[in-house]
């Protein structure tokens, strides 16, 4: 038996191949120009645009797009972290980055270690989200420049700083169920040598009944958090950083024993 195939004309081979291509262009995913032109510092301990680590960063448009007040959650809304939560509103929390510990995660706070000295891990659950400005997250071993706690990632978070102009105030609030409370106030400003921001952040809720079967009753949570950023500036390409950071907060939560409730209070800071 014999097969005979026509061939296509020559123009006609042209449009398909023309129209193949037109296809392919029009299925390539379009990338934001601004995405191109960021610029990150954790990456490389250094200024760095376009990093080759993956890199995510997250804004302080972000944030209010997404009003999450909790930072782990905020965190694990992003590729490549896992979160774990041990209850509410304030419970103990840790992240895991590509499958790694929780305590390989280098948590920075304006370049300074976020940390518990007790525990020896960071307290997410107690950051205020309220004072952040800027995340980057930075996903892969770093251990060659920030050690073994690198091991899995890098999260460095900046908090609010000012700007030339007039002081600012700003104040926020917000009520919701189980009695809880969000409050946020600050001021910032500054001029061409002079820049500052200082916030202060108030939370609280009675929070839900973990276990009903021995301990009826809530496991409320209260935070208070206070930050202060100055920035002056000397001369050309010199300036001087002050960064302050103090959390204070109380959490009750429920263990072993019948009828009691336990109470931790919790004081992190760093200057």
């Known amino acids: 038996m014999t ?24 299925s390539l995913p379009v990338i934001a120009s601004d995405e191109l032109d960021s610029i990150t510092v954790t990456a490389n301990r250094m200024p760095t645009e376009n990093a080759l680590a993956p890199t995510t960063v997250i804004t302080e448009a972000d944030i209010e797009k997404l009003q999450i007040q909790d930072l782990a959650t905020l965190l694990s809304r992003f590729p490549g972290i896992d979160m774990t939560q041990n209850g509410g509103l304030g419970k103990t929390s840790g992240i895991s980055i590509r499958g790694t510990n929780s305590d390989h995660v280098l948590v ?6 976020w940390y518990s000295a007790t525990s020896g891990s960071s307290a997410l659950q107690d950051f205020p989200v309220s004072q952040i400005e800027r995340i980057e997250i930075v996903r892969g071993p770093r251990a060659g420049l920030y050690g073994s706690e690198a091991i899995g990632g890098v999260i460095q978070i900046f908090t609010k700083s000012g700007s030339i102009s007039k002081p600012t105030p700003n104040f926020t609030v917000s009520a919701g169920t189980k009695n809880t409370l969000r409050s946020q106030a600050g001021v910032s400003g500054g001029n061409e040598t002079t820049k500052y921001n200082l916030s202060y952040s108030y939370d609280t809720t009675n929070g839900i009944n973990a276990r009903e079967d021995r301990n009826p009753d809530h496991d409320g949570y209260r935070n208070q958090s206070v930050s202060l950023k100055v920035n002056q500036q000397w001369i050309e390409n010199w300036s001087t950083d002050v960064n302050l950071l103090r959390s204070n907060a109380r959490n009750h939560y429920d263990g072993s024993s019948v009828n009691k409730n336990y109470v931790t209070d919790t004081v992190q800071q760093i200057l």
């Open 108 to 113: 920075l706070v304006d370049g300074v270690k």
């Open 3 to 26: 097969l005979f195939s026509k061939a296509l004309p020559l123009r006609a081979c042209t449009r398909l191949s023309a129209f193949t291509l037109i296809s392919s262009l029009l």
